[in-house]
């Protein structure tokens, strides 16, 4: 017999033959229809739990990840490399990769970060048309990020870390020479203390390279996801007039961030001057390069090196056999074993250290 007509035999047991009263009718009827609901209903079963993401770097908080290129003797980008071809020390010890990957995927993180003060008004254009090309070729708009912060004697940030392509795209076609004074709509950006004791604020008009650099490092690319690439695509002349900290402090936060450093060194027309040097010490002491265009297509075919570069990275981390939380820095150093890459004078180019965690 089904169970409904259970019911309704019963309810007719209790109407004619028992002469329950009729709330004592009502209530065992409605508590047999919900024992038969609860009989009727599937059993809900929990959600299973999503497996957890095969990403060894974000289950292990003390590994070092340390991204690097290798080039052959002809500048070429070498994309063969396996990890028995090499050895990673640091502070001389020898240290276990924990994992080595080739041409790695990891997403982008990248700030342009463009001089507007007015030694870059001739240049201006080109930057912008080389920028957006860049962004055309590079940016997946699925996973990467880019923010804009033009900057003279503060940085501005116009674009947070988006991946609307068209949002960077208006943000770099907005970005103008701040003539008498910065014309964009985003205030200043804070982050460097000034007061007494302190080098004075910067004055209308000066350059303060440093001083974006490390607000920029702080405050857009450290607070994105911690498996990311960070760079920043540094667009200037390389002569700061006006920044309250030093060039090595702004490296410094470059890589407590793990970000890499790309200077496009343009400008230096007239009285103004291109520091070569200082631009140069900056890249390569993130793990970036200097570039030094002439013209518009010396542009080009510097953001193409970028591209490639970014392309052709290998990633590898190591949990350090120093297991100090000291906030110490500690040199890191990749030496190449192989025999046959050794005969060929491969160069690798990284970061030179990192500073460990400070609990």
């Known amino acids: 017999m089904g169970l409904s007509r259970t019911i309704q035999a019963f309810a007719e047991c209790l109407k004619t033959k028992l002469q329950f009263p009729v709330f004592i009718f009502q209530f065992s009827l409605a508590f047999l229809l919900v024992l038969a609901f609860l009989v009727k209903a599937p059993a809900q079963r929990p959600s299973p739990t999503p497996p957890p993401e095969v990403d060894v770097l974000r289950t292990e908080t003390d590994l070092t990840n340390l991204l690097f290129t ?13 990890q028995g071809d090499i050895r ?3 502070d001389g010890a020898p240290q276990t990769l924990f994992t080595f990957q080739r041409e790695t995927d990891l997403p982008l993180s990248i700030a342009f970060l463009i001089d507007v003060s007015v030694s870059e008004e001739r240049t201006l254009p080109d930057e912008k048309g080389a920028a957006r090309t860049f962004i055309e070729k590079v940016i997946r708009s699925e996973k990467d990020q880019a923010a804009i912060i033009p900057f003279e004697g503060y940085a501005h940030l116009e674009q947070p870390l988006t991946r609307d392509v068209l949002r960077i795209y208006r943000a770099l076609e907005a970005v103008e020479v701040a003539f008498a004074s910065y014309t964009g709509s985003a205030p200043p950006m804070g982050g460097i203390l000034s007061g007494p004791g302190t080098v004075a604020p910067p004055r209308e008009g000066s350059t303060a390279i440093w001083d974006a650099i490390a607000i920029v490092c702080r405050s857009v690319l450290a607070s994105s996801a911690r498996q990311r690439r960070r760079a920043i695509i540094l667009l200037t ?3 700061d007039s006006s920044s309250r900290i030093t060039r090595k402090e702004a490296i410094d936060q470059a890589i407590q961030s793990e970000t890499v450093i790309y200077a496009i060194g343009i400008g230096g027309q007239g009285p103004y ?5 200082a631009l140069i010490n900056l890249a390569e002491n993130t793990g ?13 075919a510097a953001f193409k090196e970028i591209e490639d570069e970014l392309r052709s990275q290998y990633l590898l981390a190591y949990s350090s056999t120093n297991k100090a939380h ?10 190449v074993t192989n025999p046959e890459l050794v005969k060929e004078k491969v160069k690798l180019r990284y970061r030179p250290g990192y500073f460990a965690k400070k609990f």
Do not use: C, H, W
Request: hydrophobic share 30%.
């Open 326 to 335: 000291d906030g110490t820095f500690r040199t890191m150093k990749i030496e």
């Open 70 to 82: 290798v080039t052959d003797k002809n500048n070429r980008y070498l994309t063969t490399l396996q």
């Open 288 to 300: 970036g390069r200097a570039f030094f265009p002439k013209k518009s297509t010396d542009m080009i």
């Open 273 to 277: 001057r291109l520091d070569k040097k």
């Open 88 to 90: 990673v020390l640091e």
């Open 237 to 239: 002349d390389g002569d």
